[in-house]
């Protein structure tokens, strides 16, 4: 079965640092996506970054970077230059097909905050 | 742009009593999802629906049930409600077979239910 595990439950960093959020995943897949979502206090969950296994290259968006390791499965999110804004709850989640079916499994999440 | 609609937002409810989340997408979505979010244990998948007219248990699927009334609405029956149901209950709509290509999975804002 696949599985997502975030074992960081909680982080705090100061504005203006760089902080990395782990996440490490299993899936007997080849080729799949991993996501990181966001989910500030209003509870919205908002999509903060995608990657393909099939792509060597680590994704990017603007702040937001992931550092992928297919072997060791393994799908980090890195946030530069933190921003007050950047307090949430983060959630790492794989995509599973089962029986022609596909659901999204999440890890248990973990809380960041960035201080003044 | 609606996107996905979840009523109520807020419910109190006391044990026993039995209520229905109603969660509704205008973005022509086949696959439609229930999950429950609690501290610590990120979310979780409770029933999903991969089409009209089919819906299948996902991880928690104890002590609810489902309707997939048509393609637009999919929703959520507590018959006797505990207070282990107490928690945020998020609605989600995907279209089909592109969860795995890397499309994202869109979420109603939430609904807090506490069961007293």
């Known amino acids: 079965a696949q599985t997502v595990t975030q074992s960081q439950p909680e982080m705090s960093v100061q504005e203006a640092e760089t902080v990395t959020l782990s996440c490490t995943y299993d899936?007997?897949?080849?080729?799949?996506?991993l996501f990181w979502y966001k989910q500030p206090p209003s509870r919205q969950m908002i999509l903060v970054i995608r990657?393909?296994?099939?792509?060597?290259q680590n994704a990017t968006e603007n702040r937001f970077s992931v550092n992928f390791q297919k072997a060791a499965k393994s799908f980090s999110l890195k946030i530069s230059d933190s921003q007050l804004g950047d307090t949430a709850m983060y959630f790492c989640?794989?995509?599973?097909?089962?029986?022609?079916?596909?659901?999204?499994?999440f890890g248990k999440g973990m809380k960041l905050t960035v201080n003044p | 742009n609606a996107g996905v609609t979840q009523t109520p937002k807020f419910q109190v409810l006391k044990t026993g009593q039995s209520m229905t989340l109603q969660c509704a997408q205008d973005?022509?979505?086949?696959?439609m999802y229930w999950y429950r979010q609690d501290p610590g244990m990120g979310l979780r998948l409770i029933y999903y629906?991969?089409?009209?007219?089919?819906?299948d248990k996902g991880e928690v699927p104890n002590g609810y049930n489902v309707s997939r009334l048509n393609k637009r609405e999919f929703s959520l029956r507590l018959e006797s409600a505990a207070p282990s149901q107490t928690s945020v209950y998020f609605c989600?709509?995907?279209?089909?077979?592109?969860?795995?290509?890397?499309?994202?999975?869109?979420f109603g804002e939430g609904s807090w239910l506490t069961v007293v």
């Open positions: 989600a709509s995907s279209t089909t077979g592109q969860l795995t290509s890397g499309n994202t999975i869109y």
């Open positions: 899936t007997s897949e080849n080729n799949y996506y």
């Open positions: 990657q393909e296994a099939y792509k060597q």
């Open positions: 989640a794989l995509p599973t097909l089962q029986g022609g079916s596909e659901k999204l499994v």
């Open positions: 973005m022509n979505h086949n696959s």
């Open positions: 629906s991969a089409s009209e007219g089919t819906t």
